[in-house]
Nanobody, 124 residues
Framework: QVQLVESGGGLVQAGGSLRLSCEASGRTFSRYSMGWFRQAPGKEREFVAAITWSGNFTYYADSVKGRFTISRDNAKNTVYLQMNSLKPEDTAVYYC?????????????????WGQGTQVTVSS
């Protein structure tokens, strides 16, 4: 069982930056690939970024490539999402998710555990 708690969301102006954190419970965090997803009002939850359990490989949605960076610190049981050059269309609730596999996933059903989400609002 893994519990995930996100933090770091908030209100930021367009062009600004935020760093989201997701802290996981449990001693086997390093055996989970991690992902970030987001869900805007009235829309389906969508993939943002993923990272393998080693941290050696990452993958991004085209909409955030070059602006967002996913990373992890297995010693701290934490995965991060650094978001730069934020746009109003990035406004959403952001969720982290854990997958009991070394392979990354881009679909919500690929993941076994989810956090409660953190709101990110980008004003124009």
């Amino acid at each position: 069982q893994v519990q995930l708690v996100e933090s770091g969301g908030g209100l930021v102006q367009a062009g600004g930056s935020l760093r989201l954190s997701c802290e996981a419970s449990g001693r086997t965090f390093s055996r989970y690939s991690m992902g970030w997803f987001r869900q805007a009002p009235g829309k389906e939850r969508e993939f943002v970024a993923a990272i393998t359990w080693s941290g050696n490989f990452t993958y991004y949605a085209d909409s955030v490539k070059g602006r967002f960076t996913i990373s992890r610190d297995n010693a701290k049981n934490t995965v991060y999402l650094q978001m730069n050059s934020l746009k109003p269309e990035d406004t959403a609730v952001y969720y982290c998710a854990a997958r009991a596999s070394q392979a990354m996933g881009v679909m919500t059903y690929n993941y076994d555990y989810w956090g409660q989400g953190t709101q990110v609002t980008v004003s124009s």
